[in-house]
Structures are given as structure tokens and as C-alpha cells.
């Protein structure tokens, strides 16, 4: 049999950001070397920096701009056709159904992008005028135009958008991934996997809920859109994986058939995280991650003041990149000198980690939002507690322990756990032993790379 040819349809991360999703990719790609990928990719601008190196198994990627707008090459044969083509989009996105969308999909050729058409046929702009007057009666009717067309140019741009031909279509979301790889199944007839390591409508629904910039019936018309793509790609899946079983329930929820779920963990290089450690003068407290927002190192920032005024001797490091969000860094460089800690409160940038996990006493994560973060497990196996927000699957991960875990931004709360690990080193030291058992146990990547291995050549007999 040849080998798979594997299509990974990924947004926003891969290979242009690092961490998280990025790596746990990147991993799967290197370690299935009798697998060829292709990637599709959807990235906010063009000509963006690769963060990662592609490996050898990676024969093509090709990328799409989101908020580009690109010319047609083909139309739907026929007015009839076109005009019904146009209705159905409304139809499905507007009413959170996704019963259509095979059909509809297939009345659009690939390189047909829709972005005129939906409004200067009679039929799409009656519609967008009827959706204003129901959903947008209080404001113009200008702001609830563009604000649709801002949001349906780019599902335009992705309806068109011509995948690259493999055996199976992997998304690693759904959002505007899953519609891209949904497509891609209809058109090319093959199967789809879904890999969900967050929720993607719970985490933009979120962002949507903060932002100030967005009004009600603009915040209303985003969550209905972004739950739309989730039970589309839920419908059209061959195959969805969570990784965690909070997370499959949730799938199930918003439609996903309960007999294609399943639940396949991260896991870790166990030999390279098991190391020795060396013990450092006083004491440490980590996080490894990047300097974004939704690492929330602001609030680290404020729990390591806290416990710096009760702890003198401790001293904490924040390792991992910083030139992601240059903003947000100089705001977080102003916070740390503006509290005085600036002796004890140490910007590492990119780092080898296992030269932190060597003498770190604490791993803390201060994360708004997170999946099943492998930086816990990573501190698990080289003997490092850690201390988290109570996101994601972090408070199975911490054994629903509450003496470990706190509620997001609660630096209060952050800082007693640190305090309390501190305060119990003879506890701490059989805590730890358990973890590391926990990790060997459970999160072993190697498992995780046999099971996509199956999944891949299961696929490929089924073809």
C-alpha cells in the first residue's frame, strides 16, 4: 500500500505561530515519517514568517489569506443555480442548520468566490435587507451591512478557496478550518478527521463577549456564525477527536454523533522530560509559554508581586517568546517595573526549558483560556508541582485540587497555592512522585502517534 497523503488544514497557527497547537502539529508530522502531509493553511496576512521548519514529509503547503479578496476563476453553471447557490448560504449560516451544506457545496466550483454576487443579485440583497430590519431594527442599516459583509467575505474567500488533493482532510479546528476541510470532502469525496484540541465557537465566543468593539447585534451575528461552523464540520466529519471527555461531551451538544467521537490525549517524549534535577538556591517559580494575552501574564506579573512580599527569596521567570505581541510585552515590562520586582522577575525569551524544569520548584500557568497544556505534563515528568487556572482540562490534570488551582485572574488565589507548595516540601516531594507516575501513565506521545498512525492507514484501506 502507498503512503497516506495527508492534507492538515490549519488556522492561524501552524507554521507561523509557535506553542500549542503549532508544536503539537509540527510533533505529529515529524513523527509519522511514512506519512505525507500537504498543509492548507489560513493566515490573517500574506507572506508571514515561518516559525518552524518544514520536515521532509511536507511535499506542498499552500496558503490562504482570510481577509483577501481573490478572483473568481469559475461560476456556478447558470443563473438559477447561482441565485439558489446564494440563498442557501444565508439560509444555512443564518439558521445554525447544516443539513444543506453537502448540496450547497456542491453547487459552488472551486476559485467561484461569491463576494459581489451576494449582494448585487436581487435575491442576496433582499436577504441581507430582511436579516437588518430583524436583527439590526435600532441601528443603520450601514453599520449591519458591513458587518456582514466584513464576516461573510471571508467565509467567501474560504467557500472558493481550491484545497490541495490527499487521501483524507485533517482539520485541526473547525472555524473557518473545518468549513475549508468540510468543502474539501464534498468537492474531492474523502474522508475528514477533526481534531479538536479547544472549542473553537466557545473560544471566539468569548472574544466576542470582551471585546468593546463589537455592538449587540454584531456580537449575536458572529456566535450564530461561528456555532454554524462547528456543526457543519460536526455533520460532515468522518471522525472528531477532543482531548479530553469535557470537551467530547460539549461536541456532542452542538450535534456531533456520539459514534464518531472519541478521545485521544496529548502526550509528552517521556525519556526527553525525565531528567535530574539540581537543586538551586531558593526559591522558583516558572511559566512556560508565549507573552500573549490569553497567557495572561499580566496577572502573573501581580501573583508574583504577591508572593514576593511575603517571599523575598523567591525568584520568578517568564520563558518563552516575547516578539508575538511586541505591545503587549512593552505593557508587561512596564507592570513588572512599575511594582519594583524587577530584580526577581526575569524575561528569558526562547529557551532550552529543560534547563528551567531542571531547578524550578513551581510551574505556573495563568492562562484565560487552555486545552490539555503540555507544559503541566512536561513539569510533571521532571518533578516540577504546578499551579494553574482552573481552564480547559487543567483541573483534571490538577485532580480537581483545589489547593493547586484558582480561578482566572485571581492572583490572590494563585499566590496562596504557591505559598502552600512552599510551605509543604515533605508533602510536595510524594505529590510529585504521583504525577510523574500520572504522566508515564497516560500521556506517553508515542501512543499518541500510533493511534493517528491507525486512524491514517484505517482510511486509507477503507479508500
Known amino acids: 500500500m502507498r503512503k497516506p497523503r495527508v492534507c492538515i488544514v490549519l488556522e492561524g497557527s501552524y507554521p507561523f505561530i509557535t506553542g500549542g497547537v503549532s508544536a503539537w502539529t509540527h510533533d505529529l508530522i515529524i513523527n509519522l515519517p511514512e506519512v505525507d502531509f500537504v498543509l492548507f493553511t489560513i493566515s490573517p496576512e500574506e507572506d508571514m514568517e515561518l516559525r518552524y521548519e518544514l520536515p521532509q514529509n511536507v511535499i506542498e503547503h499552500k496558503d490562504i489569506v482570510l481577509n483577501k479578496h481573490y478572483k473568481s476563476t469559475a461560476k456556478p453553471a447558470g443563473r438559477k443555480k447561482l441565485l439558489q447557490t446564494i440563498k442557501t448560504v444565508h ?15 456542491s453547487n459552488i466550483p472551486e476559485g467561484f468566490f461569491m463576494y459581489d454576487e451576494a449582494v448585487k443579485t436581487d435575491i442576496g440583497w433582499d436577504m441581507i435587507v430582511e436579516a437588518s430590519q430583524r436583527n439590526n431594527p435600532s441601528y443603520a442599516f450601514t453599520d449591519y451591512y458591513w458587518a456582514w459583509k466584513s464576516a461573510y467575505d471571508m467565509l467567501f474567500t474560504i467557500l472558493g478557496a481550491s484545497l ?91 450535534g456531533a454523533d456520539p459514534k464518531i467521537t472519541s478521545v485521544i490525549p496529548n502526550g509528552i517524549d517521556l525519556p526527553r522530560f525525565s531528567i535530574d534535577r539540581e537543586e538551586k538556591e531558593g526559591f522558583h517559580v516558572g511559566l512556560v509559554g508565549r507573552v500573549v494575552p490569553i497567557k495572561d501574564i499580566k496577572t502573573y506579573i501581580s501573583t508574583a508581586k504577591i508572593v514576593l512580599d511575603r517571599l523575598p527569596d523567591t525568584t520568578f521567570y517568564c520563558i518563552g517568546p516575547t516578539d508575538e505581541d511586541p505591545a503587549y510585552y512593552k505593557d508587561c515590562e512596564r507592570l513588572v517595573k512599575s511594582l519594583k520586582i524587577e530584580d526577581r522577575f526575569i524575561f528569558t525569551g526562547r529557551q532550552n526549558v529543560l534547563e528551567y524544569y531542571k531547578f524550578l520548584n513551581v510551574l505556573l500557568l495563568t492562562s484565560v483560556r487552555e486545552a490539555q497544556p503540555l507544559v503541566i505534563l512536561e513539569g510533571y515528568c ?82
Open 382 to 463: 521532571g518533578g516540577v508541582p504546578a499551579v494553574a487556572t482552573a481552564v480547559g482540562n487543567i483541573p483534571e490534570m490538577l485532580d480537581y485540587d483545589d489547593r493547586f488551582l484558582a480561578p482566572s485572574k485571581d492572583s490572590v488565589k494563585l499566590a496562596e497555592c504557591i505559598e502552600y507548595i512552599y510551605s509543604h516540601p515533605g508533602e510536595m516531594e510524594k505529590i510529585n512522585k504521583a504525577n510523574k507516575q500520572k504522566a508515564e501513565t497516560y500521556y506517553n506521545k508515542v501512543d499518541l502517534h500510533h493511534r493517528y498512525h491507525d486512524i491514517y492507514s484505517g482510511f486509507m484501506e477503507q479508500n
Open 164 to 254: 490541495p488533493d490527499a487521501d483524507m482532510y485533517h482539520a485541526i479546528s473547525t472555524g473557518f478550518a473545518g468549513i475549508a476541510a468540510g468543502a474539501a470532502k464534498v468537492r474531492k469525496k474523502k474522508p475528514l478527521i477533526l481534531t479538536e484540541h479547544g472549542l473553537y465557537h466557545k473560544e471566539r465566543e468569548m472574544e466576542i463577549r470582551k471585546s468593546s468593539l463589537i455592538r449587540g447585534y454584531q456580537r449575536d451575528m458572529w456566535t450564530k456564525l461561528y456555532n454554524s461552523f462547528s456543526r457543519i464540520c460536526y455533520s460532515q466529519a468522518d471522525m472528531i477527536i477532543s482531548l479530553f471527555e469535557e470537551n467530547r461531551r460539549k461536541q456532542h451538544e452542538l
Open 91 to 105: 439560509e444555512i449560516f443564518e439558521s445554525n442548520s447544516s443539513h444543506d451544506f453537502a448540496e450547497f457545496i
